[in-house]
């Protein structure tokens, strides 16, 4: 039988902890709770976990608090962050003390499995992502060329643009999903000891989000597994071209990253790129 994994929900709604139990349960796993910070914090001290679920507005200690404790203490333990307080200060701070993932409630019950399964599966570093930049404003930071960390800090970046309606926050996340994606399989050859650079800045009049990969670059002239590279006649020529050299099915990212934000800037040598959206 394998290990059993524990996981500690602190939380000081009692209703969260019965719903987390019930959707988690699985039989190589311990279930437990605390109900605030300071609770939560004693029993880190005193036992061993693979996993703390924790909110970030509690009595006596909130979850920021109890999150930075954590990883004084236990710097391999994994903190997943739940809140309705998914500001730009509370997010960047989470990321500042190496929160593995940020979960916005009202949350659905398969998104929690989903953060749950890829927290425990073993296969993430501390240095996965590296704080460069900590203002709400100016967010800086360095990922491994891994599509799991892809996905980790799309979920933070995504809380990142509160006020902007949910239908255009969507657009924007999905746009820069889509580039960076491209920049750790194209640029980065999905290389987990190359890095990828973004940056997240929020201007009053935009939001602009830059992506610097570890590749040479490309030549649109050159982008044949590509959507954006079709000519009017073939506009599906690019599937093939991707069959052929064996990439994953796709190939829309760029023309579909154009029609969502409102510009799309590349440098000449096509390493890096500037999304840009403007604010109403």
């Given at each position: 039988m394998p290990d059993l994994k524990r996981i500690l929900i602190v939380d000081d709604d009692p209703d969260v902890h019965g719903l987390l139990k019930l959707a988690l349960n699985a039989k190589d796993r311990e279930l437990h709770s605390a109900f605030d910070g300071v609770e939560g914090l004693r029993r880190v001290e005193q036992e061993t976990w693979d996993l703390v679920l924790t909110d970030v507005l509690m009595p006596r200690m909130d979850g920021?608090?109890?999150?930075?404790?954590?990883?004084?203490?236990?710097?391999?333990?994994?903190?997943?962050m739940m809140t309705m307080a998914s500001t730009a200060e509370n997010i960047v701070s989470g990321l500042k003390e190496n929160a593995f993932a940020w979960l916005a409630k009202p949350f659905t019950l398969?998104?929690?499995r989903d953060i749950v399964e890829k927290a425990l599966d073993g296969e993430h570093s501390q240095d996965d992502i590296t704080v460069i930049s900590a203002s709400p404003r100016w967010l800086g930071l360095k990922l491994r060329c891994k599509m799991e960390t892809a996905a980790r800090i799309l979920q933070f970046l995504r809380e990142m643009d509160e006020g902007l309606p949910p239908h255009e926050r969507e657009n924007v996340a999905t746009a820069f999903r889509e580039i960076l994606l491209n920049a750790i399989e194209h640029g980065g050859g999905n290389d987990p000891n190359k890095s990828v650079i973004i940056t997240y800045?929020?201007?009053?009049?935009?939001?602009?989000?830059?992506?610097?990969?570890p590749g040479q670059g490309f030549s649109f002239g050159k982008l044949k597994h590509a959507a954006v590279s079709n000519s009017a006649d073939a506009p599906m020529e690019h599937i093939e071209?991707?069959?052929?050299?064996g990439l994953r099915p796709g190939g829309f990212g760029i023309?579909?990253?154009?029609?969502?934000?409102?510009?799309?800037?590349?440098?000449?040598?096509?390493?890096?790129v500037l999304l840009i959206k403007y604010l109403k």
């Open positions: 920021l608090q109890l999150l930075e404790k954590i990883h004084r203490l236990r710097p391999a333990v994994r903190v997943v398969e998104m929690v800045v929020r201007a009053e009049r935009a939001l602009l989000y830059y992506v610097r990969d071209t991707r069959m052929e050299l023309l579909m990253t154009r029609s969502l934000v409102d510009d799309l800037i590349y440098n000449e040598s096509g390493n890096e």
